[in-house]
């Protein structure tokens, strides 16, 4: 009933900056039901990670690993989160995946996008 669709990645140099946008479509009753959106990555070999996450009250929690870095925002009229990536290390390379909540307590995400830091 949800679809969420990323966009903005790609390959960065070290110390480059990029954003991701993710938006939301589908049913209006559960679009309109979302509590709460964030991002996630998974690097090779590893385990997929909180990066960061907002409320529709504009509450906000980051991974300390990207803390000061990295900002998520919301358009809730478009409905779309986007994270700016500043300061990119090697390290952030990952697959990066949205993901909403409802206050149904329902879960969907997107499809990922793969985010490339060379240094």
């Known amino acids: 009933q949800v679809q969420l669709v990323e966009s903005g990645g790609g390959l960065v140099q070290a110390g480059g900056s990029l954003r991701l946008s993710c938006a939301a479509s589908?049913?209006?009753?559960?679009?309109?039901?979302?509590?709460?959106m964030g991002w996630y990555r998974q690097a090779p070999g590893k385990q997929r990670e909180l990066v960061a996450t907002i409320t529709t009250g504009s509450n906000t929690n980051y991974a300390d690993s990207v803390k000061g870095r990295f900002t998520i925002s919301r358009d809730n009229a478009k409905n779309t989160v986007y994270l700016q990536m500043n300061s990119l290390k090697p390290e952030d390379t990952a697959v990066y995946y949205c993901?909403?909540?409802?206050?149904?307590?329902?879960?969907?995400w997107g499809q990922g996008t793969q985010v490339t830091v060379s240094s």
């Open positions: 589908g049913s209006s009753f559960r679009i309109n039901a979302i509590s709460a």
């Open positions: 993901n909403a909540n409802t206050r149904f307590n329902d879960d969907y």
